[in-house]
């Protein structure tokens, strides 16, 4: 790993062997950006490929599964769950095995034809940080779709809100090609953690369980090591800095709604003519003639708490301060605001219990006064049109389309029947 710099027969000539190693990985950090860091390495075969020699690829998927609750000054209230995790967690096993998923990723019949994929290890797990809050999805397999997971954390969301039972996923692996039209789960929270170097399915002669982990020997740089550590534990810190003046800045609003009254709505007039020469105001909780009901969770006089209503944006939040962000995401986020206002405002005099109607889901099982807001006029997944299928798909290319797709089949067939003549051999 290292060669001396001094000719052979100079005095200061040393053997490699008792020169000490260059820090590559140091080395490499220096000229690469801040988002890509080395901190180790392993000696490989000459036939080594860093994408064909990887035998298993873990992803995760950041969520949050409470709503992040209002407090004012130092009052309790109940930080109610948005997501059923054990629905969710029995809904992710239909995934384990040999599955179709092309009901679960989209389509991209140019370069792929075949949707199975085989996952190894699945599972809905605690955060390692805030894990009252924060939880993540898990999931090993031999290879990935295109958007698979993406596609795949909006079906769990859809159960994990009880608008979907467990039993979709294994529905829709079973369906076929009939993909229902369904929205992508943000990408932002997606990460590939682990890229395995084990051993290929074909080539486990022993039946061992576990062929596909990775048996490479790791050599790690304590240098390198140090210094992402320090710099993950830097960014740690400024994104909680960030969430504390968030969290911040939005008591300081609800405190302002505590006695202003609600400047859209003329209800509120007279309420505000009482109180101008009165020396002890009453407070107006503002929108429409709701004097009577506080802030979002937050407790009356008797100790009981008024209905939080939240939508399904708690669950992953959004970076409003990203470019991107803001401006691809931003009429989307302002219609569902309006749409649950709306909502709030027709069922909020009603006498009945809201958790009984359609869109309201009670999510808590020790806060019956919780209300998530769902999609306004949510239809079920097998009730929705499907997209077009793979047949369709390829009937409909043209052009330049066309040509790939008819390049790349050819690639697949000549692949195929070389791939058939070693297994042959092997057998041999």
């Not at 996923?169 to 039209?181: A, I, N, S």
């Not at 649950?340 to 309201?360: A, V």
């Not at 889901?361 to 306004?376: A, D, I, K, L, R």
Request: hydrophobic share 30%.
């Amino acid at each position: 790993m290292r060669s001396s710099t001094w000719p052979v027969g100079h005095p200061n000539y040393k053997k490699e062997e008792d020169v000490p190693p260059f820090d590559y990985c140091g080395m490499l950090n220096n000229v690469l950006p801040m988002t890509i860091r080395v901190v180790g390495f392993s000696y490989v075969e000459d036939d080594f490929d860093a994408r064909f020699s990887c035998t298993a690829r873990s992803y995760r998927y950041y969520f949050s599964i409470r709503h992040y609750p209002y407090r004012l000054h130092h009052e309790k209230t109940s930080t109610p769950v948005l997501l059923n995790i054990e629905h969710m967690q029995q809904a992710a096993q239909y995934f384990l095995g040999e599955q179709n998923f092309r009901n679960f990723c989209c389509m991209d019949v140019i370069n792929v034809s075949n949707y199975y994929r085989t996952v190894y290890e699945v599972g809905i797990y605690p955060s390692e940080h805030l894990p009252e809050f924060l939880y993540y999805f898990e999931i090993t397999a031999n290879s990935f779709l295109y958007h698979q997971i993406r596609c795949t954390m909006e079906i769990l969301f859809l159960v994990g809100m009880q608008l979907e039972k467990p039993e979709i996923v294994k529905t829709l692996l079973e369906r076929g090609d009939q993909k229902p039209f369904y929205a992508l789960a943000d990408g932002a929270p997606l990460i590939l953690w682990e890229c395995h170097f084990g051993t290929h399915k074909e080539n486990n002669k022993t039946n061992e369980k576990d062929f596909w982990k990775n048996k490479l020997d790791w050599h790690i740089s304590r240098k390198s090591l140090y210094g992402i550590e320090k710099e993950l534990s830097d960014l740690a810190i400024a994104f909680i800095l960030r969430s504390g003046m968030a969290a911040g800045m939005r008591s300081q609003i609800f405190r302002w709604y505590e006695t202003a009254p609600d400047a859209t709505d003329e209800s509120n007039h007279q309420h505000a003519i009482e109180n101008k020469n009165n020396d002890h105001p009453k407070p107006v909780y503002a929108i429409g003639d709701r004097t009577r009901r506080q802030v979002f969770g937050k407790e009356d006089n008797n100790n009981h708490h008024h209905h939080v209503l939240v939508d399904g944006w708690a669950v992953l939040g959004c970076d409003w301060t990203d470019e991107r962000t803001m401006y691809s995401r931003r009429g989307g986020r302002r219609m569902d605001l309006l749409h649950m206002i709306r909502y709030e405002d027709d069922d909020y005099h009603e006498e009945t219990d809201l958790t009984n109607n359609n869109n309201k889901q009670n999510f808590s099982p020790n806060n019956n006064n919780f209300t998530c807001y769902t999609p306004h006029n949510y239809v079920p997944l097998l009730e929705r049109p499907v997209e077009r299928t793979y047949t369709e798909e390829v009937d409909s290319l043209k052009g330049k389309k066309r040509a790939r797709y008819e390049v790349n089949t050819a690639k697949k067939t000549m692949g195929d029947e070389i791939n058939e003549e070693k297994r042959t051999k092997r057998k041999d």
